[in-house]
């Protein structure tokens, strides 16, 4: 099973592991993330967000809501950093994620340089390696790939952050396919759902590690089981 596989890649995965110049083109990856982000706070879609969660939250600004307005600002100018081949937005997904988990006070995650970089290179790897193989299929079924695929990754980054172990990445990868969500109608209609779609992927990613991590259970086959995500969203895969 494909999330058999993922899981034991993330958790094998180690700082020592990854290349230098894979981490050299994380930190420009990062900046280019830092200024579209920035810059995407103050766009219309950004702000309604934010006004909604304080309407709906009463400004509170744990990491859920924090990815959700995270995901959204840096997708709204659409400048955010994309990989061709796998047909998505790996960035506003992977940094939008670390940045909620990280700056939320609550959870006291205290991690180090490495380990920040360890869960962007997974999330990356993640983000590509699905993307390369369930597209251009995916996408031609009008599926947005940054929302679907970036379900999983924030998934696989969030695991990564809260050290779950193998059971419980399986599961946090399971919940967040099948909450995998987003059509690419929002943009051809010219709307702000196509930035919405990012919000609610790292927001998925967040909530499926913290259901993982207390119990709740996801599955090994939502990816490439007989009624999963291949089957209903992609139809067939490339090696």
Sequence with gaps: MIINQLSEYLIDLKYEDIPEEAIEKAKLCFIDYLAVYLRGLESENAKIAIKTIYELHNGDFNSLNKGFINGIASHSLDLDDGHRLAQLHPGSVVFSTVLAMVSDKNLGL????????????????????LGMMLNPNHRNQGFHSSGTIGSIAAGAVASKLLNLDLEKIAHCLGLATTQSSGLLEADHAGTMGKSLHIGNAVYNGIISAFLAKNGFTGGESLIDGKEGFIKAMASEVYD
């Design 110 to 129: 205290d991690i180090s340089g490495e380990e920040f970089f360890e869960a962007v290179v997974i999330g990356y790897e993640i983000a590509i390696v």
